[in-house]
Nanobody, 121 residues
Framework: QVQVVESGGGLVQAGGSLRLSCAAS????????MGWYRQAPGKQRELVAR???????SYVDSVKGRFTISRDNANNTVYLQMNSLKPEDTAVYYC???????????????WGQGTQVTVSS
């Protein structure tokens, strides 16, 4: 079994900061890319940030310069530092990890349960 668990969401005023964490645990052989998606009410889920196993990062244009994704490979953890938050960043944020459970196991995507981020104006 593999578990992916997010933490760190909450309510913050516009201009504030939050740090999301996501830890993968269980039967893990290797983790490839990790990332963060978000889904606002009435909108489609969108990829916010992604980081490869080697640390290459990418961001959706709307968060560039404000959000930073990082990872701790030793602890199978990915972080999302969110600064200068705006009301339009309000959404449920989901972590995703591309995980192999063994050398011969195919790589699969595992999702966390989501954590709510609310930015008040």
């Amino acid at each position: 079994q593999v578990q992916v668990v997010e933490s760190g969401g909450g309510l913050v005023q516009a201009g504030g900061s939050l740090r999301l964490s996501c830890a993968a645990s269980g039967s893990i052989f290797s983790i490839n890319a990790m990332g963060w998606y978000r889904q606002a009410p009435g909108k489609q889920r969108e990829l916010v940030a992604r980081i490869s196993s080697r640390g290459t990062t990418s961001y959706v244009d709307s968060v560039k310069g404000r959000f930073t994704i990082s990872r701790d490979n030793a602890n199978n953890t990915v972080y999302l530092q969110m600064n200068s938050l705006k009301p339009e960043d309000t959404a449920v944020y989901y972590c995703i990890a591309s995980i192999k459970r063994s050398l011969t196991w195919p790589e699969n995507d595992y999702w966390g349960q989501g954590t709510q981020v609310t930015v008040s104006s």
